[in-house]
C-alpha cells in the first residue's frame, strides 16, 4: 500500500505541477494575473487531495478531479496550451484519481493477506489504460482528418461502448 501511495503521489504531483507551470507561464506571456490566482488555486486543490489521502480522509476525489480537469480544458481552450501538456495533465490527474480510489477499496477492505499482489495488478492495468490513452490523445493531437458531423458521432458512440464493455469486462476478471 505504500508503493500505491507513492505512486499517487507521482501522479497528482505531475498534474498539478505541469498545470501550474502552464498557467504560470501563460499568465507571464499574456500578462493576466487572474492566471496567477488561477495556479494558486490549483496548487491548494492538489495539495487538498493529497492530504486528504494520506489522512485516509475520502469522498472530495471526483470534486478535486473535476477542478483539475477544468483548469486544464480551460487552460488549453483559452491560452493555447501545448496538446500534449493538456493530455499528459488529463491522463496523470485520472490515475490519481482511479488510485485515491483504489487506496478508499483498500482501506475499506482491512488487512488483507495478498495486498501487495492486488496493488500490483491495479497498477499494471492502469500503466496499460493510461499508454493507451496517452497513444490515443497523441493520435489525435496529430492527425487531424475532416469528418462528417454522423460519423464523428457514431464514431464517439462506438468507443463510449467499447470502453464500457472494458471497464465490464476487467471487473468481472477482478472478482
Known sequence: MIFIRRVFAAHLTIAITLLMLMLGYNAIL?????????AALVL???TYWYSSAVQGKYGLETTFLMATL???CAGFYFYAMPPLAALLIA????GAWDLTYFLRRLKA???LDYENQLG????RRLILAEALGMTAGMMAATIHISLP???LLLFIM???VGVSRLIIYVRKQAE
Open 70 to 72: 477544468l483548469a486544464d
Open 120 to 123: 500490483r495488478n491495479h497498477l
Open 91 to 94: 491522463v496523470t490527474a485520472l
Open 30 to 38: 499574456y500578462n493576466l494575473t487572474i492566471l496567477f490566482f488561477a
Open 44 to 46: 491548494l486543490v492538489g
Open 149 to 151: 458531423f454522423w460519423l
Open 158 to 160: 462506438l468507443a463510449v
Open 109 to 111: 477492505a482491512g488487512k
